[in-house]
């Protein structure tokens, strides 16, 4: 007799730690558990970090801005040809350094704080 309840013991509480395994919880019978809110929740979903891409360029730019209001656009020019000539790194580098509509702008706005 006794081993019988025992075993009905177990096996109801294998089955209570099969539900929580599942997500469930003791609840009654209508209610909404926590079960219905894990399958309800919308799953969290990663987007592009674009403010993040855009401080990057924007720091670009002023960096190149800055170095050719310092160095002027004589040596900033003779160094990026410099860079072009080297290796596909290099080359890389000084496609990204090439002074631009926007460099010469922000240049322009720095030169007077920065002249030498």
């Known amino acids: 007799m006794a081993d019988v309840k025992l075993k009905n013991f177990e096996t109801r509480l294998a089955r209570i730690d099969q539900i929580h395994a599942a997500g469930g919880a003791f609840e009654a019978t209508g209610a909404l558990g926590r079960s219905y809110f894990d399958a309800v929740r919308p799953r969290a979903r990663r987007s592009f970090p ?41 080359k890389a580098g000084a496609w990204v ?19 030498s």
């Not at 674009?50 to 002023?62: E, K």
């Not at 004589?74 to 072009?84: F, K, P, T």
């Not at 350094?97 to 002249?115: C, E, G, K, Q, V």
């Open 50 to 90: 674009w403010r993040g891409t855009a401080m990057i360029f924007l720091g670009a730019l002023l960096f190149k801005g800055t170095l050719l209001a310092y160095l002027g656009p004589v040596i900033y020019n003779a160094r990026v040809s410099s860079l072009a000539d080297g290796t596909i790194f290099e």
């Open 97 to 115: 350094l090439m002074p631009d509509n926007a460099t010469r702008f922000i240049a322009a706005l720095l030169s007077p704080f920065l002249s």
